[in-house]
């Protein structure tokens, strides 16, 4: 496991998080960078990356 893959899971999960409930289409954008930057530490890690929408709540 990486450190440079666990910093950035850990920010995609923030960024996900703080935009996730925004009804505002920048928001919704910014959930999705979120979500991308998430799943990309995750995949240089050897996780499977997170296939729900943002914001659903689902694992």
Same mark, same amino acid.
């Given at each position: 496991?990486?450190?440079?893959?666990?910093?950035?899971?850990?920010?995609?999960?923030?960024?996900?998080?703080? #935009?996730?409930?925004?009804? +505002?289409?920048?928001? $919704? $954008?910014?959930?999705?960078?979120?979500?991308?930057?998430? #799943?990309?530490?995750?995949?240089?890690?050897?996780?499977?990356?997170? +296939?729900?929408?943002?914001?659903?709540?689902?694992?």
């Amino acid at each position: 496991m990486s450190v440079e893959g666990k910093i950035k899971e850990a920010a995609g999960y923030v960024k996900e998080e703080l #935009n996730e409930h925004g009804k +505002t289409p920048e928001a $919704q $954008q910014r959930a999705e960078e979120g979500r991308e930057l998430r #799943n990309e530490g995750r995949i240089e890690d050897g996780k499977a990356p997170k +296939t729900t929408e943002p914001g659903t709540g689902a694992k």
